[in-house]
């Protein structure tokens, strides 16, 4: 009875690591682009905001709009200049758009 606990409780704990794992990657995944685009100089209202827009972004492009489309669909909306918007754009899509 004792084993049958002890494992039981491993694989709970295996469970909850897998469920964690998730989000913690999805941090990573929003870190590397706020840096991608704090490095450039691009800003943004909120960190929510921008990751937003970030996938947004990859639906557009998955539904077949060219990225560069997309960048000067948003120079307006955003206030950024053509080249501030294209490198948002070309952050976003390496970040969440899968390949």
Do not use: K
């Not at 990859?58 to 918007?85: F, H, K, L, M, R």
């Amino acid at each position: 009875m004792r084993g049958t606990r002890v494992w039981g409780a491993v694989a709970a704990a295996g469970a909850l690591a897998l469920v964690a794992a998730v989000p913690a990657a999805a941090d990573d995944v929003d870190d590397v682009f706020l840096d991608a685009i704090d490095t450039e100089g691009i800003p943004y209202t909120s960190a929510t905001d921008a990751i937003d827009l970030a996938t947004a972004i990859c639906a557009y492009v998955s539904a077949g709009q060219a990225p560069d489309q997309v960048a000067v669909e948003i120079v307006g909306p955003a206030g950024w200049t053509a080249e501030q918007s294209g490198l948002f754009v070309d952050a976003a899509t390496r970040s969440y758009c899968p390949s």
